[in-house]
């Protein structure tokens, strides 16, 4: 049972202080989008307030067309919930599996997908827009015929028989959620851990499939990256001209390539927000020089180091910067 909390009431003006994320009205008053759960709206408005980030780091294609970096792990944090059900709201509102809302580019590499997020007050295949726009007014016209069918049957007494193929998966997933409610969600099952069969028959194989798909591809752009980062640092020369730091060097090369790999839009380093392309590049620029750097900065600080990840990641990212700096007031000391 949740905790009840003692929170304060609001006065005067007070709500005018705070900043909310918007979703769209129309997503619940308009017919075309009853599909969708109210999980995916919410998930959809989230993307559009990632928007503005878009927007401030000029993240547009040769087309001027906005795109976002959304992370499955984005989506695990802000909607709270577990990665089954993370997947499964992307796939609704995607233009593959779902309703198109959104449009996800993969670019390979390690790097995360571009997502275009879609107007959904606009439907440009009425004025003649591309196939894959035009695939989209297909698909909410049959939306259309589909819900007029279903009240005409329930007029008749008559129970739902036929439904077309673009919402059978709709129809499957309403009634996974009513089997869901009695023995609870797959994030978070009632009591019955024991009974093995029903955890094979409440998880989706094809969702399972894409889960570990994606695992093995992670761990395989992990692999790839760290190669790549110990050819960039000369590892081997690193070693052999720094042998008491064997450590260190694999504990920075290991957070390089986490960093380098994530899948969250954004890294939180030196008390603000960096967009993770932008840290990836950075450390893929570093060189044997800039790591010895940050060692010497390492062993050579007097203070107290609290949080080591955070002082070893905000040091790597400005190494480049600081490096010459460091160095050149170092020689004037010497001198005088």
Same mark, same amino acid.
């Given at each position: 049972?949740?905790q &009840?909390l003692q929170?304060?009431?609001?006065y ?11 979703i769209?009205?129309?997503l ?10 109210a ?9 559009l307030?990632?928007m503005? +980030?878009?927007?401030k780091n000029g993240w547009?294609?040769n087309?001027?067309?906005?795109y976002?970096?959304?992370?499955l792990?984005d989506? +695990?944090? +802000?909607?709270?919930?577990? !990665?089954g059900k993370?997947?499964r709201?992307?796939?609704?509102l995607?233009?593959?599996k779902g309703?198109?809302l959104?449009e996800r580019?993969?670019q390979g590499q ?7 997020v879609?107007?959904?007050l606009e439907?440009?295949?009425a ?7 035009k &695939?989209?007014?297909n698909?909410n016209s ?5 819900q ?5 049957l329930? !007029? ?5 028989q036929?439904?077309?193929? $673009?919402f059978?998966?709709?129809a499957l ?6 089997d869901?409610s009695?023995i609870?969600s797959?994030?978070f099952p009632k ?9 094979? &028959?409440?998880?989706n $194989?094809?969702?399972s499939? *894409?889960d570990s798909?994606d695992?093995?591809?992670h761990a395989r ?6 190669q ?7 590892? $081997?020369?690193l ?5 008491s730091?064997d450590?260190?060097i ?6 390089m390539?986490?960093?380098?790999t994530?899948?969250?839009s954004t890294i939180h380093? $030196?008390?603000q927000d960096?967009? !993770?392309p932008?840290?990836k590049?950075?450390l893929?620029?570093l060189?044997?020089?800039?790591i010895?750097?940050?060692l010497e900065r390492?062993?050579?600080s007097?203070a107290?180091i ?6 070893l990641l905000?040091?790597? *990212?400005h190494a ?8 050149a007031? !170092?020689?004037r000391?010497?001198?005088d």
């Open positions: 049972m949740t &009840t929170f304060r009431y609001y005067k003006n007070q709500a005018e202080q705070f900043h909310f994320y918007k769209p009205k129309v619940f008053t308009n017919a075309r989008f009853k599909g969708l759960s999980e995916a709206k919410i998930l959809y408005g989230l993307m307030d990632r503005s +980030l878009s927007i547009m294609d087309q001027n067309r906005i976002i970096y959304f992370t792990e989506a +695990l944090e +802000l909607m709270g919930c577990g !990665q993370a997947v709201l992307f796939a609704e995607d233009s593959v309703i198109g959104i580019k993969k390690g790097k995360p997908a571009k997502i275009y879609k107007n959904f439907d440009e295949a004025d003649g827009g591309s196939d894959e726009d &695939t989209f007014q698909r049959e939306k259309g015929d589909f007029e069918k279903n009240e005409q329930s !007029q008749n007494g008559n129970s739902q036929e439904v077309t193929s $673009d059978q998966k709709s997933l309403k009634k996974e959620s009513q869901l009695k609870g797959l994030d009591s019955n851990g024991n009974n093995t069969d029903l955890s094979k &028959t409440e998880r $194989d094809t969702e499939f *894409y798909m695992g093995m591809e752009e992990k692999q790839e990256m760290e790549l980062i110990r050819r960039n640092i000369e590892y $081997d020369v070693f052999l001209r720094n042998p730091c450590r260190e694999d504990e920075i090369v290991s957070l390539t986490e960093v380098a994530s899948r969250r380093l $030196d008390k960096i967009p !993770q932008m840290v590049e950075r893929l620029s060189q044997c020089e800039h010895e750097y940050v390492m062993q050579s007097t107290k609290h949080n080591i990840r955070a002082y905000t040091a790597l *990212y480049p910067e600081t490096i010459h700096h460091y160095y007031a !170092q020689m000391e010497s001198n």
